[in-house]
């Protein structure tokens, strides 16, 4: 099904081709589909009437709202229905800066780690580069405002998705489109070396947000099957690879999860294998996943681990914990209402 969200204007022209249309109209309906989010070509109300009902004939992606959940920090958190009927989420937070928004790049996922609640019902399909699209625009309709930062740390693995999330990246930068630049854009991934490898090849401006969650291979394996495939020493490998061909530093995320990953010796561990590499760690404050069994570190817990690793001379920072109040990490609102269905 080739869906017009997900083309560029070259492609649109190709795709429309048998409309017989002047090239000017497809950077009008580029336009439409990507900087205004149209959700259909009856609002398209600088084109002729016939042909907006011929475009009624090709199908364009959309997200329709089914639940919507807002926190008390700020945090809204979405899960949106697709046109086959799968559900995905999305949530957009607020900051001093503007408007973040958490983009699913498929529904479900295939990486199985096991305090998310992403994969827990399985892996269903890849998301087209227009459905990521339809969320940010979705979401920026809802709010009223303009969204400014977007980071692919949603349901998936964005680069189990590798064509899809990087054609996204290209239409979600593009001049004419929602022109949001590439340095507000950050893409997170467990860890798919092969794919690291190939994404410095493309020279995209985006930070690349790496979830580590462990300083060794033998705890890694046990919380992030990807670790069997490519462990610890050949994923940062990969990173240092990245950074150099990037100039970009790497974003290492460690999900802090209480007496598993943030006892001192691990902060230590994690310290040692990180310095002199080009990064920054994350420390998340971990939203738990009641039926999987993890617990959130404590605040004692936490500003220890991270003393440690700023006293190795790491750059350090802790994620504001925002929507656990909402079930808003990964695919915890998705599988609440798949629990209540079943």
């Not at 497809?26 to 959700?39: E, M, P, V």
Request: glycine share 8%; charged share 20%; net charge positive.
């Amino acid at each position: 099904m080739n869906d017009l969200r997900s083309l560029f204007p070259d492609e649109l022209r190709e795709a429309l081709a048998p409309l017989h249309l002047p090239d000017y109209r497809a950077r009008q309906i580029f336009d439409w589909l990507q900087r205004r989010g149209a959700q259909s070509a009856g609002v398209m109300t600088n084109l002729p009437k016939d042909l907006r009902a011929q475009l009624e004939g090709f199908f364009v992606s959309s997200c329709e709202i089914i639940r919507k959940q807002q926190s008390i920090s700020g945090a809204c958190k979405y899960l949106f229905r697709l046109h086959d009927g799968e559900t995905i989420e999305s949530v957009v937070m607020r900051y001093s800066y503007g408007y973040s928004v958490c983009v699913s790049t498929q529904a479900g996922c295939k990486m199985a780690c096991a305090f998310c609640a992403s994969g827990q019902h399985g892996f269903t399909r890849d998301l087209s580069p227009g459905e990521m699209l339809a969320q940010v625009q979705t979401a920026q309709r809802d709010i009223g405002e303009a969204i400014s930062h977007i980071v692919l740390m949603g349901m998936g693995e964005s680069l189990d998705n590798y064509d899809n999330t990087v054609k996204f990246l290209r239409l979600a930068t593009h001049p004419e489109g929602l022109n949001i630049g590439q340095r507000k854009i950050s893409l997170s991934t467990c860890g798919l070396v092969p794919q690291i490898d190939k994404l410095a090849e493309e020279r995209l401006g985006v930070t690349l947000s790496v979830s580590i969650h462990a300083p060794n291979d033998e705890l890694r394996n046990k919380l992030m099957p990807v670790n069997r495939a490519w462990p610890i020493g050949e994923l940062l490998a990969a990173c240092g690879r990245y950074a150099k061909a990037t100039g970009r530093r790497i974003s290492f995320e460690y999900a802090l999860l209480r007496d598993v990953n943030d006892k001192p010796e691990h902060a230590k561990e994690l310290a040692g294998r990180l310095l002199g590499l080009l990064c920054h760690v994350n420390l998340i404050p971990a939203n738990p996943v009641a039926e999987l069994g993890f617990h959130r570190s404590k605040p004692e817990q936490v500003r220890a681990f991270q003393c440690i690793l700023e006293q190795a001379g790491l750059a350090v920072t802790v994620r504001r914990s925002l929507g656990g109040d909402i079930a808003a990490a990964c695919g915890q609102l998705r599988h609440q209402t798949s629990d209540t269905r079943q």
